[in-house]
């Protein structure tokens, strides 16, 4: 999708501005997804995903079984309007997976939403803690069928 490639540099700068490190690296881990598709869970919003090397069994999706400690997964998200034809970026979607015992209420995950001005929504156990609280929601307690609170790329998209 050309889009994705024209908006690729401006993601990369505007996440970057949160001072995060995995939103600075995430552009050269491996990317799951073979184009942006439509995320109804995250805004309705065009996303990708991402992990980084330590997650590289992210790429057995649902025998992934459970991730160590150091995996980063990252989905940045762009909308296109349908009135000017116009792209505007999205937040940037953030699961890193803590030391064991860390937090098991989200399976030592640590959520994080990143807008494309650098501003840190929340992280989960951190500053703004309660606005990413809904992540876990659905990541572990509202997707049943989750496996260690992932639920990958749809199908047809994957990269194999
Ligand atoms: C209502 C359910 C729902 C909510 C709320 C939600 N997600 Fe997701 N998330 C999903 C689903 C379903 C997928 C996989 C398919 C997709 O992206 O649409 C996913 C995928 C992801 C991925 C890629 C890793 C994976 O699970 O395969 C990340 C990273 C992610 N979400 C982060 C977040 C963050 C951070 C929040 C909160 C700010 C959040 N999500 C809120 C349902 C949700």
């Known amino acids: 999708?050309?889009?994705y490639d024209c908006l690729?540099?401006?993601l990369k700068t505007s996440y970057a501005?949160?001072?995060n490190?995995?939103?600075k690296a995430y552009t050269s881990w491996r990317r799951y997804s073979t184009r942006p598709f439509i995320s109804g869970t995250?805004?309705?919003r065009y996303v990708q995903n991402y992990a980084n090397e330590t997650a590289k069994a992210y790429a057995l999706y649902e025998n992934a079984g459970e991730m160590p400690?150091?995996?980063v997964l990252a989905k940045p998200s762009f909308s296109v309007s349908s009135k000017t034809g116009k792209a505007s970026l999205g937040p940037l979607f953030l699961m890193e997976k803590m030391e064991d015992g860390w937090y098991p209420k989200?399976?030592?995950w640590r959520y994080s939403m990143i807008m494309p001005n650098g501003q840190i929504v929340g992280a989960t156990k951190g500053k703004g803690a309660e606005n990413v609280e809904f992540c876990i929601q659905c990541h572990k307690i509202g997707t049943p069928?989750?496996?260690d609170s992932m639920m990958f790329v749809p199908k047809n998209l994957r990269v194999r």
């Open 1 to 3: 999708m050309a889009v």
């Open 8 to 10: 690729l540099d401006e």
């Open 17 to 19: 501005k949160s001072g």
């Open 21 to 23: 490190e995995y939103a």
């Open 42 to 44: 995250h805004g309705g």
């Open 69 to 71: 400690a150091g995996s």
């Open 106 to 108: 989200s399976d030592d």
């Open 145 to 147: 069928k989750n496996i």
